[in-house]
């Protein structure tokens, strides 16, 4: 999966049958909050999304990063997928 950093917007970004589907970030210290998903109009493949946090939980296990779900859907992937629960911030729970 190609997914860029586009660190001026703060997101990251990869390209889907030629629309961007974005994933919102901010840095506090070591931790990186996953703020909102931009989806293209009419998109719901699921399959995809979690592949997509699949492989940013990935850059944040190299970076070493800290990661502080702020939507439920990203919540919901931390539930669904409990081997990157120890990207979570000590005292977070999901």
Excluded: C, H, W
């Amino acid at each position: 999966m190609d997914i860029k950093d586009n660190t001026f917007a703060r997101q990251f970004e990869i390209m889907v049958d030629g629309k961007l589907l974005s994933l919102e970030y901010s840095f506090q210290e070591k931790k990186i909050f996953l703020t909102r998903i931009n989806l293209p109009e009419g998109f719901s493949d699921e399959d995809f999304i979690t592949n997509f946090l699949k492989n940013i939980m990935e850059i944040a296990y190299e970076r070493k990063l800290k990661v502080v779900p702020i939507l439920p859907k990203i919540a919901l992937f931390f539930r669904k997928n409990p081997t990157y629960k120890d990207l979570l911030p000590p005292g977070i729970k999901i």
